[in-house]
């Protein structure tokens, strides 16, 4: 079995350069050995900085490398399809950058195409390898809060520029896209179930025609409730709202953090979090607070990857959990009244 897993780069831009770039520089079973770009200067400086040793200027070639194995798939949403299928045709495995796809039937077909050519395909929620996220879902599974009855989320940010991709509903742009899939994914991992039904309400740009700001609930069996608040309209780009409460029969967790580690994003530190736990007895309340040391969730998540396509080993999320995600998401823009991206 191979020690180190051989990385292609395809799309060279933020969050391959600031996470997961530095995530695969830090794993100890793979190493980034190209890059590809549009612009084969873009690329070049990204090879350089990362000991890549080729930069490639159109995203075939980088596909067409037969020194990558697996490739980091960081396009706008509405490329991630085709690229996807690309690679998987060219014997490649897949990370792909959430959302999967731009749509489920996007999701479907790309999950379809990776099976049928014998490669790994999985969507990047880097926050699902979070210690902090692994041990909510812990202390649920073991009983600590009584059954999971309902979950308050909310993921926002800042307005980007307006020629940023997440305000393009060419490129399958928006909110919900960009952030409140988190939300969602988060959900359905902590209920291990799948929403029996939606509902959602969404402002949406004039000018950019995407979600700028979407509230939705999602009805799990049993009478499970999530809701989340996800948009890209807080007062400018240094603010970032996200939490994740978790009430049970018998308690409540409360992630401050659950998402993304913004600090190490943007500024490559690793902060430490915390899980806070509630017993709301009447007589006796009590508060215990876990604290996890800071960790690159981005490292964690590629380590996880290339071990598992190294040993040949299945996916703890395969790619079918990231078509079940986009077909949530689906659902909600139908039901906000936008229609289905890529269509």
């Not at 770039?21 to 549009?38: D, E, K, L, T, W």
């Not at 490559?268 to 007895?281: M, S, Y």
Request: a negative charge; one cysteine or more.
């Amino acid at each position: 079995m191979a020690e180190t897993l051989k990385w292609g780069i395809l799309g060279c831009g933020r969050v391959a350069r600031q996470a997961v770039g530095p995530g695969i520089q830090r794993s100890a079973n793979g190493n980034i050995v190209a890059a590809g770009s549009r612009s084969r200067e873009k690329a070049r400086a990204f090879a350089a900085d990362f000991g890549a040793s080729r930069a490639h200027g159109s995203y075939a070639d980088l596909i067409a490398d037969p020194e990558v194995e697996a490739v980091y798939v960081a396009l706008p949403n509405s490329m991630h399809c085709a690229w996807t299928i690309r690679a998987a045709e060219a014997g490649k495995h897949v990370l792909c950058e959430k959302p999967l796809a731009a749509n489920a039937g996007e999701a479907t077909q790309m999950a379809a195409a990776c099976r049928r050519h014998g490669v790994t395909l999985m969507e990047a929620f880097a926050h699902t390898f979070h210690p902090h996220n692994r041990m909510a879902r812990r202390l649920i599974e073991e009983g600590r809060i009584g059954r999971l009855q309902r979950i308050a989320a909310v993921h926002s940010g800042g307005r980007p520029p307006d020629d940023d991709v997440r305000l393009s509903a060419e490129l399958a742009g928006g909110a919900l896209m960009d952030k409140g899939c988190y939300c969602i994914n988060t959900a359905r991992y902590l209920f291990a179930a799948e929403p029996l039904s939606v509902y959602a309400t969404a402002e949406f740009g004039e000018t950019s025609r995407v979600d700028e700001r979407l509230v939705a609930t999602l009805e799990f069996p049993g009478g499970g409730i999530a809701q989340f608040e996800t948009s890209l309209t807080l007062a400018d780009n240094q603010q970032y709202s996200q939490g994740c409460e978790i009430f049970g029969e018998r308690g409540r967790l409360f992630l401050p953090y659950a998402y993304s580690q913004v600090a190490t994003y943007r500024f490559g530190r690793e902060v430490e979090t915390a899980l806070h736990i509630f017993q709301d007895d009447i007589e006796s309340p009590r508060e215990e607070k876990l604290i996890f040391d800071g960790v690159h969730q981005w490292h964690l998540q590629v380590e996880y990857f290339a071990a598992r396509v190294l040993a040949g080993l299945p996916l703890e999320l395969p790619a079918e959990d990231g078509v079940a995600n986009m077909r949530v998401i689906d659902a909600i823009y139908d039901r906000a009244g936008m229609r289905m991206r890529g269509a």
